[in-house]
């Protein structure tokens, strides 16, 4: 790359550009410079998902991030660095402008946008081949990791083809011999004793080689090529919540360690691999209203993200994308106050946010007198304020299950109600309790980056991805 193309580059980043014509900029800039020591194609794709992962939440975690422990995010940091192509998802599914998480992952997966619900199953119920299933027949080693079931919608798209997302008993049996790597919940999935047909898939795996482990110093000790470790019954608690539970701590991995161990199974050798890795949580703290949770929830994310990113660094036949499945909520930070001069001391108040929206209602369905008083104390006690008398009113009324009429249906729900509530103490917004239909983040380094610029729609991943692997 010639100085003038590359000053060029850095002065319409520092610009303020958008990342989509960053990104192509960058593109065309990597291919004219044919950048010596870089292979062209990778030995390995890392594809991590932050489930549900609307703009707001990378910028107001970058923020957050700088105040809690004084440092930015990974992703922020990759958005600025030169050698990143930056892109935009284009999400949508065959049967809504709004995608779920199982019609996403398929779009990935098969190269066909089908109904939400679904996955790798089209519109016409035909099946469809999964991600995981064509690597399966060449070789490439594939590993999924989340913080949801590791038989959710996102990380099964790669590697189940099931005709609803509901079939998690089933999912988990399509995993056999063709994920090498299956990290997260969803032990209920596996266990004889919570299986609908009492099948004992943890022995089945056992029988195939696979280290099968449960607790988080199993899984730091284990040392097999081929694991399934399950760290809950459902989904892995929230780290805002593990954050408060010194035992919890002790039994429940990390996303970080977690996406630690999936990816030295694929670096220590030189075997081709696809490698997903969830922040499934995110999503459902944006379902949640739920700002506190999710920002600690997309910080634990960009924790593995940086671990990652660090244990590539000095290889470079490995590449990195960052992307979102859909957003959800679209929550973002509002300036307040004469000039939004109290905007940072509002949004500094999340940090005083002792647990989730979820552990907030299960504290109050454990309340003994369910009064006004309690929710007030539980209120201060969680989020670090008192409402004021029409909000605890308002409140009561929602928790109840009261019938009330609300100009916005977010407003009738408790979760979308608390949301606003604590939005008037941070100045944190949200568009409603749903995912939403806008563009995602998309962010990739490394071999074959270039593949990812501007903008993607999700039923072209596929062939972006075989392509470089398989091409
Ligand atoms: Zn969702």
Redesign the pocket.
């Known amino acids: 790359m010639s100085y003038s193309r590359r000053h060029l580059l850095k002065g319409s980043l520092a610009g303020g550009a958008t990342g989509l014509l960053a990104g192509l900029g960058q593109a065309q800039g990597q291919e004219g410079s044919g950048v010596s020591g870089t292979r062209k194609k990778p030995r390995g794709i890392i594809f991590c998902v932050s ?2 992962m609307s703009q707001g939440v990378l910028s107001m975690t970058e923020a957050f991030s700088k105040q809690v422990r004084g440092k930015g995010t990974a992703w922020w940091e990759l958005l600025a660095n030169s050698k990143a192509t930056l892109g935009l998802m284009d999400t949508a599914s065959s049967s809504s402008l709004v995608t ?2 199982a019609a996403a992952s398929s779009a990935w997966s098969s190269g066909k946008r089908v109904p939400n619900g679904q996955i790798n199953f089209d519109a016409n119920g035909k099946r469809l081949e999964s991600i995981g299933e064509t690597l399966q027949k060449d070789r490439v080693r594939l590993g999924l990791v989340s913080t949801a079931s590791i038989t959710h919608a996102t990380p099964a798209g790669f590697a189940a083809s099931v005709i609803k997302r509901g079939q998690e008993d089933l999912i988990a049996t399509q995993y056999l011999n063709r994920v090498d790597v299956i990290l997260g919940g969803g032990s209920r999935f596996f266990d004889p004793k919570m299986r609908k047909d009492k099948k004992d898939l943890f022995g089945t795996f056992a029988k195939e080689k696979y280290d099968v482990v449960r607790t988080r110093d199993d899984l730091l000790k284990s040392k097999s090529k081929k694991i399934l470790g399950t760290f809950s019954p459902g989904y892995i608690p929230y780290t805002i919540d593990r954050d408060q539970d010194a035992e919890m701590q002790k039994k429940v991995p990390t996303l970080s360690e977690m996406s630690e161990a999936a990816l030295s199974r694929f670096l220590d050798d030189d075997e081709p691999f696809l490698l997903q890795v969830e922040g499934a949580r995110i ?2 703290a ?2 949640k209203n739920d700002i506190g949770a999710i920002l600690n929830e997309q910080m634990a994310f960009d924790d593995a993200v940086g671990k990652m990113l660090g244990m590539t660094s000095d290889h470079d036949d490995i590449l990195v994308i960052l992307t979102s499945d859909h957003g ?1 909520a679209n929550p973002g930070l509002n300036g307040t106050g004469a000039g939004y001069r109290q905007t940072n001391d509002h949004f500094a108040k999340i940090a005083q946010i002792k647990g989730s929206a979820e552990w907030f209602l299960q504290r109050w369905g454990k309340s003994e007198t369910k009064s006004g008083g309690e929710m007030s104390k539980l209120m201060e006690a969680t989020y670090g304020f008192k409402p004021a008398p029409q909000e605890l009113e308002a409140m009561m009324d929602r928790i109840s299950g009261k019938k009330v009429t609300e100009w916005s249906n977010q407003l009738s729900n408790p979760v979308g109600l608390l949301g606003q509530i604590v939005g008037n103490v941070t100045g944190v917004g949200w568009t409603g309790i749903c ?1 939403t239909s806008d563009p995602t983040q998309l962010t990739s380094i490394g071999p074959g980056a270039e593949r990812f610029a501007g903008l993607v729609r999700n039923d072209s991943v596929r062939d972006r991805l075989l392509g470089l692997l398989l091409g």
């Open positions: 489930d549900g779920d998480s999503d459902h944006a379902h959800n995912h």
